[in-house]
């Protein structure tokens, strides 16, 4: 009853779905007819194109099973240098009946002979030769290569039906089909085999639910006269052989084309999926092979292999077989007439490797930023406070050619005591160097223990190795605070793999990870590692010590057996682990060879500098979130490697390149791209830049209670300081979450009614012991008080205009404190100030 | 409405989402946005809905967002007659209207059932994950959350998602006077770390997120930075403003790169609110009479709806009370998530404090002529299982709880042009699932966008300025007249 009225009612909304695709394409066609010229349908704009050669995919085609079908791809080379997909508009005409087309192109074997296909698109002809031979032969139907493939694909074991954690309406599979003799044995085993109907093979539950013979809540997923079913009836009918599990293993897929360039938005690409085994086997899988995209508005894919590009931009195609993953990179261009590429100087392989994928996509990088805008930017960037208005004036007198000028810059300012400030409230960050864990001494001595590794530059291995390998007094060995911040060896785990791989291990907490290669069995051999971590309660008040336990292990749920530590790549030839466990995983993780380690390192590096990392989020790595530019990473990372994993030489590798230090002012061919670092993007000041900055512009500084006075914003030891004020409604972390998106960017409402009518800005301006105070009581000159206003807010001197507006402005009242406080208001208020840009 | 140039356009039905999938499909096919907007504009010039019954009868909403997924049975819609394992403990008590029995859990609003009407064939079939935040982003947005987080994990908000409703009625209903077009209050939508999912502005852009008011307006209400500074005269306000424009726009090249941040939206949006006055005069509770102030209750929950009543009046567009509890919270201090002893608390701590809020506030708006064109909808992001200690998503249940049940549950409406003292749509004998009229999410945000006039039928863009839909429901006209 209950189960009858939701699904019909589901099936109302299904059937709207359901009525899209045939639509889509009838308007397609529609819109073609329309009186408006500039509607062009995929025919259309594919006739634009001169084709000079078409080429068949696969050239010739060779069949021995029924079951068999091949999709034909028709590429055409056109004058411009580039391929399209003609597949759709390709006229196929077999010479002899014994092979067939079905409606959606698919070409299937009818009987034995040797024949060709004639294929003709664009005014131009291509043979595809195609052999079919031992199809009487009797061919084996099996639960691994035929049956699993195709519940996965009509979404049996999808999360939200059967593969969901506890199943549905009774049956349960294996989430996406991950574990095949579990699935088997529920079909065939379970519900005393109502699923599998020996006797009449077609009055098998397996067979009327999907159909919808009987009444089922996944509704209709295959009809009668399909090939699925008829895969699965005569798998049925010949007693439900499980196959060779191993031959049957999917080895790896074939993806054509490996690689996607469309020249413009509108045009469509099938996409060709061969699945080869271990036995040697090979098969066109495209129908059952499932299809995702990471940015559909730029690039949509059908759940038959067909992507449609919607706008200009970049995507990846996610495809996925029986647990098996290729990723596409697609790239979308649009037309850009008048494009014409212009070498800019290259300041080191950054810039090369940037440009490459520029010059490539056809967008050009923005012009150098000011002197101005450079030391504001990079000092921002590498010790969270912007210059004073001295430095500010010291540098654009500097007559020093610029790269050079900015290259000692970067110097000065990695040797400040602020650099130790700003990384170590990153690392303070993602640490969660937080009382609230660690109590309020364990949490000091972990800022000190931070500082310390900053200040002396400790190598990026080392410092990891330090804190995996810790134990002691939290006290007295700081880094032991690490164990504190996740303290279950499945967290701990969690937390490591998030911080230093990159990698979100928790998917696989549960099943095994949809997009990954990560498995269930993998979480727990790789939780074990930190199974014998031992914490007890120090002598002295909220101490902890950390020690290695002799006992401990990691069961797995399902089964209660010992999941023995393993990692889940790299495994070291020789190695046992009666050792300490944590000392063989920091060996592991902090490896050279460890290719997530380093290149994690430089992703996240790379993201404090502009605005989004190479891989983006820069903690959520994995092959269906691939890298907008692999050649730069490959180089940063190779980089870090060689040079001992220091950080400050990364960083000055990255500030010093031209890409960092480009304007933020766009052309017409980069004014749309975010993604490939073609000009600088502004940030929104963080919370505690934001701060830092109005006191040095104002001369006038927030004290908090509890630290010491001169505290600036970023030597904040966590957030219980200042909590519910002025940096939390700025999106400063709570230090819980090892996430890098803790930190919140955005602008609210409730942020500018602050910063227009909120103490921050409105007291700071009228300090009587403030800037403007200063300069009023020194009987400054109208002048001089907006260029000292200009150049302790923005960085830079006014201009004439501005000069002349502003001392206008502060003329027109006797009150010159009030007027001068209203320009800096102003100033604080603009764009100019509230960004990094 | 959007059509086809040359086609009819068609009222409510399924044909009008089939020109919609027309458009939204030549857009695909390089229909670029002018044209687009051009074939809008050449279609059928009236709104579809344009004189139909009850269309734009509503000014403003008060939406009492009940998170945690209160029981059905024991609120809206008990079953006497069901099994005790089905039935739980409360007995069912007659309204004020024949024929409506609520629980008795709801003794004051069983006096004011001429006042509202009860759907009582909410349903749904959750699309990807069962938990609180999925069906919340379901109820709030209209769409279901894998449509925005693939992996089907539990995200954050993302400024891809699809907006809440709020955010969608504040840009295609703007105010024309100076007052925070939308307001939220007292706490975010929450399940466990999952922060304000499916209670953002999403796609329109930040500009159009809610004014998060997460205070306890049974404490005095810190205005913050809505009071105008004492050092600042309006005038000094305006000469300021003045300065800051002419420093941005000599920058225009900084001023097109931050634009999507929409700053300039919220510096103006903040000038008007501290000029006007207006919000803050909402937010003073002093205002009102402490015998009013009593019998709303003196609870988050009751001053929050209090609240919302004095927002509407000084014009807010769209108020959204989250009961302020975590969505998965306990549901032995606070909240709806009864997997364990649904009773008990229900009865002594839940039901009292919505029961006196909600027929206070009713009762409260229609003596002050509110009503009328305000349209208030209570319900939670799903109904509970009607079976006891059994779990239908997955949580384990104590043999006293009740699990998620979006398959069935009750809404309650009232006034902005609805009939009161019905009931729409039936349950079946367990209230396990509609057994007339279902009603969809979508189709009650549907109706909430029909009674304040914006045609639910229409297409808004997204941040990549491709058109999707406002929402795939169907107005629930019926209610109206």
């Known amino acids: 009853m209950t189960h009858r009225i939701r699904s019909s009612h589901w099936s109302r909304r299904l059937g709207i779905l359901g009525t899209a695709a045939p639509l889509i394409l009838a308007a397609m066609a529609f819109a073609t007819e329309d009186t408006n010229p500039a509607v062009t349908s995929e025919p259309k704009l594919l006739a634009e194109y001169e084709v000079t050669e078409i080429r068949l995919i696969p050239s010739q085609v060779v069949f021995s099973d029924a079951s068999e079908y091949r999709k034909v791809l028709v590429v055409g080379k056109t004058g411009r240098s580039s391929e399209i997909d003609l597949t759709r508009t390709a006229k196929f005409t077999p010479a002899a009946d014994c092979v067939r087309f079905d409606e959606q192109g698919y070409l299937f074997p009818v009987k034995d002979c040797e024949t060709r296909v004639a294929v003709a698109a664009n005014g131009l002809t291509a043979q595809l030769p195609v052999t079919v031979r031992g199809l009487a032969k009797p061919r084996e139907v099996s639960f691994v290569r035929d049956v699993e493939p195709i519940m996965n694909k009509v979404g049996c074991s999808a999360g939200t039906c059967h593969g969901a954690a506890k199943g549905k309406n009774g049956f349960k599979l294996s989430l996406r089909g991950y574990d095949p003799e579990f699935d088997y044995d529920r079909l065939i085993h379970d519900v005393s085999g109502r699923r599998f109907n020996r006797a009449d093979p077609a009055r098998s539950l397996l067979l009327l639910k999907p159909t919808a013979q009987v009444p089922h809540g996944g509704g209709l997923r295959f009809d009668t006269d399909s090939q699925y079913y008829k895969t699965i009836l005569e798998w049925l009918s010949e007693g439900v052989p499980f196959g060779d599990a191993r031959a049957a293993e999917v080895a790896r897929l074939e993806v054509t084309p490996s690689d996607i360039l469309m020249p413009k938005p509108g045009l469509s690409q099938q996409i060709v999926v061969v699945a080869h085994y271990s036995d040697g086997a090979a098969r066109d899988v495209t129908r059952e092979a499932s299809y995702t995209s990471n940015a559909p508005s730029v690039a949509e894919v059908m759940q038959d292999g067909l992507l449609t590009s919607g706008r200009k931009g970049e995507a990846a195609l996610l495809v996925r077989y029986e647990g098996n993953f290729v990723t596409v990179p697609t790239t979308i261009l649009s037309e850009t007439p008048g494009f014409k590429w212009v070498e800019l100087p290259q300041y080191n392989y950054i810039d090369e490797a940037v440009d490459r994928k520029l010059r490539k996509l056809r967008i050009l990088p923005s012009p150098l930023s000011t002197d101005a805008e450079f030391i504001r930017r990079v000092s921002l960037d590498l010790i969270g406070v912007p210059p004073t208005p001295e430095e500010v004036e010291a540098f654009l007198r500097d007559k020093t050619p610029p790269r050079q000028k900015r290259a000692r810059l970067v110097d000065q300012l990695i040797a400040r005591h602020e650099y130790v400030d700003h990384w170590s409230l990153k690392w303070g960050d993602l640490l969660k160097s937080n009382r609230k864990f660690l109590g309020q001494k364990g949490m000091w001595r972990f800022r000190d223990w931070i500082r310390q590794s900053v200040a002396e530059n400790k190598p990026y291995n080392q410092f990891v190795y330090e804190l995996i390998t810790a134990r002691g007094s939290t006290y007295d060995n700081p880094a032991a605070n690490y164990f504190l911040i996740a303290d279950q060896p499945n967290t701990q785990m969690e937390t490591t793999t998030q911080l230093f791989l990159g990698v979100r291990f928790m998917c696989a907490h549960c099943h095994d990870h949809p997009f990954e290669q990560w498995t269930n069995k993998q979480y727990f051999e790789l939780s074990a590692f930190f199974a014998q971590v031992g914490i007890r309660d120090g002598a002295r008040s909220l101490e902890k010590v950390v020690y290695d336990k002799n006992d401990g292990e990691i069961t797995f749920p399902k089964t209660g057996r010992v999941a023995l530590a393993h990692f889940p790549y790299l495994q070291p030839a020789h190695f046992t682990t009666d050792e300490a466990r944590r000392r063989l995983l920091a060996e592991w993780l902090t490896s050279k060879d460890n290719p997530y380690f380093a290149k994690a390192c430089v992703n996240r590096m790379w993201s404090y500098f502009f605005s989004r990392g190479i891989i983006d989020p820069v903690d959520d790595i994995r092959s269906s979130n691939p890298p907008i530019n692999p050649e730069l990473l490959a180089a940063l990372t190779k980089d870090l490697i060689s040079h001992n994993f220091d950080l400050r030489y990364l960083l000055r590798m990255i500030v010093n390149s031209r890409t960092y230090q480009l304007s933020t002012r766009t052309n017409n061919w980069n004014a749309d791209d975010e993604n490939n670092f073609s000009h600088a993007l502004p940030r929104r000041l963080t919370a505690e830049e934001l701060m830092d900055s109005i006191s040095i512009a104002t001369g006038s500084r927030m004290v908090f209670k509890d630290v010491p006075k001169d505290y600036l914003a970023e030597e904040l030891p966590d957030p219980k300081v200042g909590m519910g004020g002025f940096l939390d409604l700025f999106g400063r972390p709570q230090r819980e979450s090892p996430c890098e998106c803790e930190r919140r960017s955005e602008v609210s409402l409730k942020q500018a009614l602050n910063l227009i009518n909120g103490p921050a800005v409105g007291d700071a301006v009228a300090d009587p012991d403030g800037r403007i105070a200063k300069l009023i009581m020194a009987g400054a000159p109208d002048r001089k008080i907006v260029e000292e206003l200009y150049l302790a807010t923005l960085d830079r001197p006014p201009s004439a205009e501005e000069a002349r507006k502003a001392q206008e402005y502060l003329a027109g009242s006797k009150n010159r404190a009030d007027r001068a406080q209203d320009i800096e208001w102003a100033l604080l208020n603009s764009y100019a100030f509230l960004f990094n840009r | ?481």
């Open chain 2, 1 to 481: 409405m959007l059509s086809i140039p040359g086609r009819m356009a068609r009222l409510c039905d399924g044909y009008t989402r089939r020109e919609f999938l027309r458009v939204g499909g030549a857009t695909l096919f390089g229909l670029s946005l002018p044209q687009f907007f051009s074939l809008q504009a050449k279609a059928s010039p009236a709104a579809p809905f344009a004189g139909s019954k009850g269309y734009g009868a509503a000014k403003s909403v008060i939406l009492l967002f009940l998170q945690g997924g209160p029981s059905h049975l024991d609120i809206w819609d008990p079953k006497p007659d069901a099994p005790s394992n089905i039935r739980g403990e409360f007995k069912a008590i007659k309204a004020s209207v024949d024929g409506i029995q609520l629980s008795e859990t709801m003794p004051l609003l069983a006096k004011q059932a001429d006042k509202y009407t009860l759907i009582r064939s909410m349903s749904y079939t959750p699309v990807g994950l069962f938990n609180h935040t999925a069906a919340i982003y379901q109820m709030l947005t209209g769409f279901p959350p894998d449509k925005v987080s693939p992996s089907g994990q539990l995200e954050p908000p993302s400024p891809h998602d699809f907006p809440t409703a709020g955010s969608q009625v504040a840009k295609l209903k703007p105010l024309d006077d100076p007052m925070l077009p939308f307001v939220e209050m007292p706490r975010p939508l929450q399940e466990s770390s999952v922060i304000g999912k499916g209670g953002a502005a999403g796609f329109l852009g930040k500009a159009y997120d809610p004014y998060r008011l997460y205070q306890d307006p049974n404490k005095p209400i810190d205005l913050g930075d809505l009071a105008l500074r004492s050092d600042v005269s309006p005038e000094r306000l305006r000469d300021r403003f003045y300065l800051l424009k002419g420093i941005n726009g000599s920058m225009p090249d900084l001023e097109k790169a931050v634009s999507s941040f929409a700053l300039d939206e919220y510096y103006q949006r903040a000038y008007n609110l501290l000029l006007s006055g207006k919000a803050r005069n909402a937010f003073d509770l002093e205002q009102e009479k402490p015998e009013v102030r009593e019998k709303y209750g003196r609870t988050t929950f009751g001053q929050g709806a209090l609240l919302a009543r004095r927002l509407v009046e000084a014009g807010t567009r769209f108020v959204q009370l989250n009961w302020p509890a975590v969505a998965n919270g306990d549901p032995t201090v606070d909240a709806w998530d009864t997997h364990a002893a649904n009773f008990g608390p229900l009865k002594n701590l839940h039901c009292p404090i919505l029961d006196r809020t909600l027929s206070a506030l009713l009762e409260d708006m229609s003596e002050r002529g509110l009503l009328k064109d305000t349209f208030v909808v209570v319900v939670g992001e799903f109904g509970r299982s009607p079976r006891l200690g059994v779990s239908t998503s997955g949580n384990t249940n104590a043999p006293d709880g009740r699990d998620h049940w979006p398959y069935c549950y009750t809404a309650l409406v009232a006034g902005g042009g609805i009939r009161a003292g019905e009931v729409y749509g039936k349950s079946d004998e367990t209230g396990s699932s509609p057994k007339e009229n279902p009603v969809h999410p979508t189709d009650l945000l549907a109706t909430i966008y029909y009674a304040l006039g914006i045609d639910p039928s229409q297409m808004v863009l997204n941040d990549f300025n491709q058109p999707r839909e406002l929402v795939k429901g169907t107005p629930l006209v019926k209610l109206f007249g």
